[in-house]
């Protein structure tokens, strides 16, 4: 196939299949949003609202003025197709068009055809994709100043990126000094924002002290390998394409690769899909090659049918969010429950110019939705009930309950327009109205209205 078909046909499936979730918020991708409109607003990230994630993540979102919809359905796009061109570069460093091509194409088949909320996010472990493949790549290269600098950004996106630059750190050891360099002179350009706007001591409480807490709260051994053996069922052709490639060609840096990675989607022990995108730069680069060097046949038919596995199980709903697109129709799909309940409540929200609002819960899409601004420095309630959003929809278990107690009393004196319980209805002990400290408070608010999964407060006169 031409090289430039080849990367059309790329272009329109990466494209068209995220044009399908055109009208859809993922809660993940309203967290990154929500915090865009507070910086856009004039807010400075960490000091004046609560974010537990690095700054360049929601730094992204400003790109496209912190809009959804067709904005930031292009953005993601972009993004993969971005991913795919890295990868493209490193194969055909090491071994030709094919392999390069090929190692494209799975790049965006990956992060298309697998679960719909971690693919179509851009989110730290999406984002860290692109940094992460060049960070690699000019390490093999002996290019240190670059992997440096790619390492810093990566650092700016995600905490993983220390595996990455621990990685990069030993292919380079005989220029290691360069390579700090350029890690120092990209992670100085964040660094100098966060201590020009004073927010440094803020980011690293909530960013770290609170991802150590976040990290504390692990999975149980079944879990985790159920979700592994799930990621490697649906990524079954590249593991065997990886399995090819160590038969034949075996070298100890890819090696070191593979390990280091699995190794970062381990720590914290959580196994979030999300989290496997660290395994798909090395894998979809070697399963590329392993998949060429299966002698031609039925070996290679056996081994490409394999992409029928994701293809038949997420291809057919981007049919069925087009057909609902196109015959404006709301979609009818248990993963959007709680979205669709974020539309509705936010129809129920009566904005007016200089309205503010505060969630209750982990549902920053309806910060998103609204456009509204906090009007507390809280984006969720996790600070402020100490459990995390993983499992406070179910469990009250507090990870940080002396912490949470402090950001209530900060919330005390803070007069949000609007809040909406979007936790309550699913974990009475949880609900907004079930704190004492918070009753008085709370006195001076009336409930306007209710959706299944949300309860709208308006501030009295």
Sequence with gaps: MHLRTAWVLIAVLVIV???????????????????ALQMLAGKTIYKDFWFDKPPLFPAIYLLWGASTGLALRIAGALYVLLAAWS?????????????????????????TFWIPSSVMVLGPDMLMIVPHVLAVYWAWRGKALLSGLACGVALGLNVKALFVMALCGIFLAAQLPWFLVGTMA????????LVATGG????????WQWGLLYSANVFGMWEALTRTASWAGFHAA???????????????????????SVAAVCAGWRFFPRYYFQ??????????RGLLLIPRGWWRCAAFTLFLIPLIRFGPRY????????????????????????????????????DTLLVWGYRPDLFALTRLPAGTPFLDSQPLTGVIADRHLTSTEQAAPQWARENRAKLVSTRPTWIADGL????????ISAYPDLQDWLANYKVIGHTEGFVIYGRRP
Excluded at 99 to 109: G, R, V
Excluded at 200 to 207: E, F, I, K, S, T
Aim: proline share 4%; glycine share 6%; net charge negative.
């Design 200 to 207: 440094l001591a803020d980011g690293w409480r909530q960013v």
């Design 186 to 193: 990209a992670s100085s350009i964040w660094l100098g924002w």
């Design 319 to 354: 049919g069925q969010l087009a057909t609902d697109l196109l015959l404006h129709r709301p979609h009818e799909w248990r993963d959007l429950a709680m979205s669709n309940d974020t539309v509705a409540a936010a129809k129920l929200l009566p904005v007016s110019q200089g």
């Design 279 to 288: 395994l798909l730069p090395v894998c979809v680069l070697l399963g590329a």
């Design 87 to 111: 990868i493209f570069l490193f194969a055909r460093l090491l071994w030709g068009e094919s392999e390069a091509l090929l190692a494209a194409a799975l790049m965006a088949f990956s992060l």
């Design 17 to 35: 299949t995220r044009l399908c979730h055109l009208d859809i918020v993922w809660v993940e991708e309203g967290y990154p949003t929500a915090a």
């Design 238 to 260: 590249l593991v065997v394409g990886v399995v090819v490639w160590f038969w034949y060609e075996r070298q100890w840096r890819f090696a070191l690769w593979l390990m280091l």
């Design 424 to 431: 309550g209805p699913y974990n009475k002990a949880l609900a």
